[in-house]
Nanobody, 126 residues
Framework: QVQLVESGGGLVQAGDSLRLSCAVS????????MGWFRQASGPEREFVAT????????KYADSVRGRFTISRDNAKQTVYLQMDGLKPEDTAVYYC???????????????????WGQGTQVTVSS
C-alpha cells in the first residue's frame, strides 16, 4: 500500500511563505507523476501544480503561477510545494497525489490520480 504523508502546513499572515512536503512510502517514487491539489470550503479539490517523473515538466494553476513552485527529490522520495506571497484565498487543505505514468506526462485532474495523502491545513490571515 502506497502512503503519502504531507507536512508543512500552518497559520501564516498574508505575504508569508510556507513549504509543503509530501513523502511517499513506496520505493518506486521516481515512477510517479506527482500533483498538489487544495480544497477550501467547497466539495471539490482544485488543481494547484503537477510535476513529471523527472521534474522536467511542470504545470501550475493560473491562480498560483509565479508564486508557488513545485519540485521533487527522487532520492528522498519527496515532492515539495514552495508557496510564496501567500494570500487569504490560498487558505485550504492541501493534498498531494501520485500516479504511475510515463515521464513525458503530467496531470491536472483529480480523476487521474491513484494515491492521495491525508492533507495538511494552510491558513493565511489578512
Amino acid at each position: 500500500q502506497v502512503q503519502l504523508v504531507e507536512s508543512g502546513g500552518g497559520l501564516v499572515q498574508a505575504g508569508d511563505s510556507l513549504r509543503l512536503s509530501c513523502a511517499v512510502s513506496d520505493g518506486t517514487f521516481s515512477m510517479y507523476v506527482m500533483g498538489w491539489f487544495r480544497q477550501a470550503s467547497g466539495p471539490e479539490r482544485e488543481f494547484v501544480a503537477t510535476i513529471s517523473r523527472s521534474g522536467s515538466m511542470l504545470k501550475y494553476a493560473d491562480s498560483v503561477r509565479g508564486r508557488f513552485t513545485i519540485s521533487r527529490d527522487n532520492a528522498k522520495q519527496t515532492v515539495y510545494l514552495q508557496m510564496d506571497g501567500l494570500k487569504p484565498e490560498d487558505t485550504a487543505v492541501y493534498y498531494c497525489a501520485a500516479k504511475i505514468a510515463l515521464d513525458s506526462q503530467y496531470y491536472d485532474s483529480t480523476l487521474s490520480y491513484t494515491y492521495w495523502g491525508q492533507g495538511t491545513q494552510v491558513t493565511v490571515s489578512s
